[in-house]
């Protein structure tokens, strides 16, 4: 959704969003408010491409790495959000100023910044399956305005995937995130791979990614009748039946896919219908199923991407991917593509050996390497 769309999706934003009460005195820091009488139309200026559905005078999202972005003129502004589960970040004029930690119902405000046109990002930095946050818009402090938000991206990537592509516990200084939320205050997902890339790349994108999902089977074993692509089609993914409605806007050149890991990670317990054979051909199959319904959701030039990684039980993840394309290939599809990366450099850092925030960008650019080689055309 980009940023017409999301004005036109928040057309009941002008009449129920908030602003603070009666302006405090200037602060050198940034503080919060609580969230308070309505404000004008002319306040709401928004970009985002992630998926989100429109609840009155918000906008509801889950999944990770949600990203909203405005522009202003002034000495301040406020970031207008109630989400008592997330993390996210707030940029102003692309420096990190603040991470909000489960921030609530409030206003945040960014206060005493140089009188001029600045801009504003607020991203989601971690998943959230089971609750969802909502965004009232970007306030400008008294006596400043919002200003058209950044120009529309035409580059657009998609990345679907588990953990991995989530960066899940990408920050953490120690391996073992066995507390209540750790895991969470470590996770980024505005500095996994993708978003790297992304950006780099000069792209709109989306993560959706859910940690512990694959494409046939979770990781071990868990949730059995339920996998990622369960999930997929859903704006809210805590919410059964709700589906994402994409407002024409949104139509990827580039989807790079990461999942298998969970597949194929850990033994099949007593109980579970696989077979290691079984496994395999069952996951090769939904495979092909979940990219004929990604080349119909976005046409045939699009380039689909069947990522695979080392895995130190088994290479039945990369062997099956690789696999899948060629199969796709020899039926005449050759915008289907495999990448493949290793562990070289890689010091699985993050919680329970997961990729660190070092790994991230040593991904990232490898996936910087291997979009060079796409024949896109954007």
Request: with cysteine; proline share 6%.
């Amino acid at each position: 959704m980009r940023r017409t769309q999301v004005k036109a999706a928040l057309a009941a934003l002008a009449m129920t969003a908030m602003l603070p009460p009666a302006a405090a005195h200037a602060t050198a820091t940034p503080d919060t408010t609580p969230l308070g009488k309505p404000a004008p139309a002319s306040l709401f200026r928004a970009h985002t491409a992630g998926r989100v559905e429109p609840a009155g005078g918000s906008v509801r999202y889950s999944w990770p790495g949600v990203y909203f972005e405005g522009r202003f003129r002034g000495t301040g502004v406020g970031v207008a959000l109630n989400d008592a589960v997330n993390d996210y970040d707030v940029q102003v004029d692309g420096a990190t100023v603040a991470t909000l930690v489960t921030p609530g119902r409030t206003t945040y405000w960014v206060r005493d910044l140089t009188n001029g046109v600045h801009s504003v990002r607020l991203v989601k930095r971690t998943e959230s399956p089971s609750a969802f946050g909502e965004f009232y818009g970007f306030v400008a402090a008294p006596g400043g305005a919002l200003l058209p938000g950044p120009a529309d991206r035409h580059r657009q990537i998609e990345f679907i995937g588990d953990s991995y592509t989530a960066g899940y516990g990408n920050l953490s200084p120690t391996r073992e995130c066995p507390a209540p939320g750790q895991v969470d205050r470590n996770t980024n997902t505005d500095i996994s791979f993708g978003a790297l890339t992304a950006r780099r790349l000069g792209a709109d994108y989306q993560v959706n990614a859910f940690s512990g999902r694959g494409m046939v089977r979770n990781y071990n074993g868990i949730e059995p009748g339920t996998d990622y692509r369960t999930y997929y089609d859903r704006a809210l993914i805590g919410v059964p039946g709700d589906v994402w409605r994409n407002p024409g806007t949104w139509h990827p050149q580039l989807i790079v896919i990461g999942l298998g890991i969970n597949d194929f990670s850990t033994a099949i317990n007593p109980g579970e219908s696989w077979t290691p054979e079984s496994l395999v051909a069952a996951y090769k199959t939904a495979y092909q199923g979940f990219i004929d319904k990604l080349r119909a959701r976005y046409g045939k030039r699009a380039i689909i991407v069947v990522s695979a990684t080392y895995m130190s039980n088994t290479t039945a993840f990369s062997d099956a991917a690789r696999q899948i394309v060629q199969d796709r290939n020899r039926r005449g599809d050759d915008r289907v593509r495999y990448w493949y990366y290793d562990n070289s450099e890689l010091d699985y850092g993050g919680c329970d050996w997961h990729p660190s925030a070092h790994d991230h960008q040593i991904i990232s650019k490898r996936l910087d390497d291997f979009i060079a080689t796409l024949p896109l055309r954007w």
